[in-house]
């Protein structure tokens, strides 16, 4: 029997698919990359609205214009237990299965948000099964005593049934997912207390007046915070430090449990995304208390070993203070849920440059792909510079050869060392006027592709050079080309300079500070990526 060669073409290109290494997180130089059919991958992704994914109907317009219009190559969409298994033992993946095609069909990858035992810190997801039957699923419960609709960290039953639910998930992702669209896997959704500083039912008073385990006490002691044994109370200090301490333990040794579960079915990278605290939260309760915010990192490495990362989710303007408090210690950065527009594009391009994130993804992106708003989007025409960037970035990221800034008004200018050069980036500001600060928000990515060459992007930016290295003092642009990548090839469409290269016109002031006055400008649409080749004189 002779086969169509659409079918053999595809069957071939599954195979191939399935011979190439699962995803995985792999140290490449001075960076954690995320590598995806056996290559480095950049996530230029977005999540869709919670229950959007449920509505087949909408979301087959909806898949397209992400991956044409948004020059998205991922998205992130929920998968939630009560849709999965709503009878204890019969398991439905069918809008799963819709994802998975839907994405397969448009090129996009997936990662995939379990909201299993909690999403937003409340069981709102879990079966009915569930919900309905308190005493063999308990609940937290607050001072009041009264119990809250969150299931309790303590209990056994819980764990177990979760996981059990979250493994039937894994295991069919890696039986029907041939081409390998499902990358990463978040696990719950912005886990933690609310109302309280921690579960005051009985089992877990029993639990807190009982000796803080020896695995936490060992961690904490290797990585530089030796403890002497004791109580929680006793350890960590009466209150609400102990309170979100103890927290934090049971969330991560409960979804470690989870995540154990589903890599034993399907070992791919896992993560926990952050509801980051808020400026008018006053302690653990007001936001949700035991989640992996920054300051319990150390707790969460302790107690989740198979969480792969610690993700936050940023709805508040300091993006630069807190993605530096998530890239440290080892935890490469992932941003799964922020800002688009004008913001979210800067957002992306500081991420992905200044800290080596394995991607970005504003939340709800799916409200774009109405009307023509993806076509004027700020985050669609980042995501479409970044796209053409992609190979050198990821390059250049495991050299350490990258940098990045976001500027706005109250932060108009900052200097980073790169190549050998010092790069001042400021707001772009007019030729008369220099000292006028606008209220915008500037953006780029800069790579130092070569001897006094750098390769770079954004907008609303102005860049001056300064030499770091032996030799003339005195930077200025010799070439600058304004371009795009074709085929990962670079194709010039404008040859720049005059009036793109000058930044100020005080040249007799500049002499004596020992600057040329010349430099770079970005901004779009028609000169968001530049090629600069310097040159120094006395």
């Known amino acids: 029997m002779r086969f169509p060669i659409v079918v053999c073409a595809y069957a071939l290109a599954v195979a191939a698919a399935y011979a190439q290494p699962l995803p995985h997180l792999e140290k490449r130089g001075q960076a954690t990359q995320l590598m995806v059919d056996g290559k480095p991958f950049l996530m230029l992704a977005g999540e869709l609205n919670n229950t959007i994914s449920s509505d087949t109907e909408s979301m087959r317009s909806v898949w397209p214009a992400l991956a044409r219009r948004g020059h998205l190559n991922t998205v992130l969409t929920a998968v939630a237990w009560n849709w999965t298994e709503p009878e204890e033992g019969k398991y439905d993946f069918h809008l799963v299965d819709d994802a998975i095609r839907s994405a397969r069909q448009t090129g996009i990858r997936l990662v995939l948000l379990w909201f299993g035992s909690w999403k937003n810190g409340l069981s709102s997801f879990v079966p009915v099964w569930v919900k309905a039957d308190q005493q063999r699923f308990p609940r937290a419960q607050v001072g009041s005593g009264k119990t809250v609709e969150v299931l ?44 309280d500083s921690r579960d005051r039912s009985a089992g877990a008073n029993q639990a807190f007046a009982g000796a803080v385990p020896n695995p936490l006490l060992d961690y904490l002691a290797a990585h530089g915070r030796p403890l002497k044994p004791g109580t929680w109370a006793q350890v960590f200090g009466a209150g609400q430090k102990a309170d979100e301490t103890f927290m934090a333990w049971n969330y991560a040794r409960y979804l470690n449990a989870v995540a154990e579960a589903g ?47 610690l993700c936050p989710d940023i709805y508040l303007p300091d993006f630069v203070g807190i993605t530096a408090q998530y890239a440290r210690n080892g935890n490469p950065l992932f941003v799964p849920e922020s800002f688009d527009g004008v913001k979210g594009a800067a957002n992306a391009f500081y991420a992905i440059g200044a800290h080596s994130a394995l991607g970005y993804s504003p939340f709800a992106i799916d409200n774009l792909t109405e009307g023509t708003a ?42 980073i060392q790169l190549g050998g050069y010092t790069l001042t980036t400021g707001l772009t500001r007019g030729f008369r006027n220099p000292n006028e600060v606008p209220d915008i928000t500037g953006y780029g990515i800069f790579m130092a592709t070569g001897p006094d060459e750098f390769l770079m992007a954004g907008d609303n930016l102005q860049i001056s050079f300064t030499p770091t290295t032996a030799g003339p003092p005195i930077a200025s642009v010799a070439l600058q080309e304004a371009g795009r990548f074709e085929n990962d090839k670079w194709v010039v469409t404008r040859l720049l300079g005059g009036d793109d290269s000058v930044l100020r016109y005080d040249f007799a002031k500049l002499a004596e500070e020992g600057q040329s006055g010349s430099g770079v400008r970005l901004h779009s649409p028609r000169q968001t990526i530049q090629k600069v080749k310097l040159y120094r004189y006395r």
């Not at 669209?181 to 109302?195: K, T």
């Not at 007001?286 to 990362?309: F, K, N, S």
């Not at 985050?379 to 960037?389: D, F, M």
């Open 152 to 195: 309790s960290t303590l209990s056994e039953n819980n764990s177990k049934a979760d996981a059990r639910a979250f493994a039937a998930l894994m295991r069919h992702v890696r039986e029907t997912d041939s081409t390998r669209r499902v990358i990463l896997v978040q696990v719950e959704n912005e886990v933690g207390l609310m109302g």
């Open 374 to 415: 993806l076509d004027s989007s700020p985050i669609s025409a980042a995501y479409e510079i970044l796209g053409q960037l992609a190979p050198a970035i990821l390059e250049h990221q495991s050299k350490g050869t990258i940098a990045a800034v976001s500027l706005d008004k109250n932060r108009p200018e900052q200097r």
């Open 263 to 309: 890599k034993r079915e399907y070992d791919i990278p896992m993560y926990v995304n952050a509801w980051i605290v808020q400026p008018q939260d006053k302690g653990p309760g007001d936001y949700p208390g035991g989640g992996p915010q920054a300051h319990m990192h150390d707790i969460w490495r302790a107690g989740a070993p198979r969480i792969d990362l």
